[in-house]
């Protein structure tokens, strides 16, 4: 009720003072986020834009890899959709990428004895060259039984950060596959070429004729690659990307 002498409704200015200083606190809050979420930004692209990603298509040339069941696709040919996929994901965001492999050929040189291992030289060099801050390795995987599916990434039981990295990977590919794998340590030449965190991705099983035929869609690899990418970015957003330390 108004006191007397006092408009009915009117306070003596006490809400008109309130809302002031409620303005008040909530400009200099939002000053506040602004700042924070600039210098987020300025730190994250400054980082980002330092930071490279090797990407590799594994086979290629007289080795295609695994062949799909149905289809008879080489897993070299989908590798390779699959690693500009994610170079196009990666470069959208300002990250530099490096591909090991840049077409259908091979990187032993001539097809004689020993290519395998000159091609595998080869893709370790490209990874040290390039300084590679991270590596995805990209294939496609099979199984004795066709009933398997799932995109699958391992990592070397010795680079924690590439352990990290690769949880990342799987639990963003799982969110979307709807599997429940999970990343797996694996004893291969490719997690080995640099003491960055360094994946295998296998995105799906040739050997399943379903998941076979969402390798073959562009809209599905598309799909897959915008996963691998996004686990890919949490990783390096929450790891101190050149004091090495990993979240
Ligand atoms: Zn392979």
Redesign the pocket.
């Known amino acids: 009720m108004a006191k007397r002498g006092q408009i009915a409704g009117y306070d003596g200015g006490k809400g008109i003072k309130i809302f002031c200083v409620c303005l008040a606190a909530f400009v200099f809050v939002s000053a506040l986020a602004l700042i924070f979420l600039g210098n987020f930004i300025s730190s994250s692209q400054t980082q980002f834009f330092d930071y490279v990603v090797v990407i590799d298509a594994?086979?290629g040339g007289i080795d295609g890899?695994?062949v799909g069941k149905t289809s008879g696709v080489k897993?070299s040919e989908l590798?390779l959709k699959m690693a500009y996929l994610l170079k196009e994901e990666f470069e959208t965001c300002g990250i530099k990428v490096v591909l090991t492999r840049t077409d259908e050929n091979g990187l032993y040189g001539e097809a004689t004895d020993g290519f395998k291992k000159r091609d595998m030289a080869k893709r370790k060099e490209i990874i040290l060259d390039a300084k590679a801050d991270m590596v995805i390795s990209v294939?496609?995987n099979k199984f004795s039984s066709s009933s398997r599916s799932g995109p699958q990434v391992f990592f070397d039981q010795n680079s924690e950060a590439g352990q990290k990295l690769a949880t990342r990977i799987q639990t963003s590919l799982n969110a979307f596959t709807g599997n429940s794998h999970a990343a797996l340590k694996g004893d291969y030449y490719m997690l080995k070429c640099t003491t960055s965190p360094s994946v295998i991705v296998e995105c799906g099983f040739l050997s399943n004729p379903y998941e076979e035929q969402q390798l073959l869609d562009e809209t599905y690899r598309k799909k897959l690659a915008r996963k691998i990418f996004e686990g890919a970015l949490l990783f390096m957003s929450y790891s101190g990307i050149d004091s090495g330390d990993v979240v």
């Open positions: 594994g086979h890899g695994v897993e590798n294939h496609m």
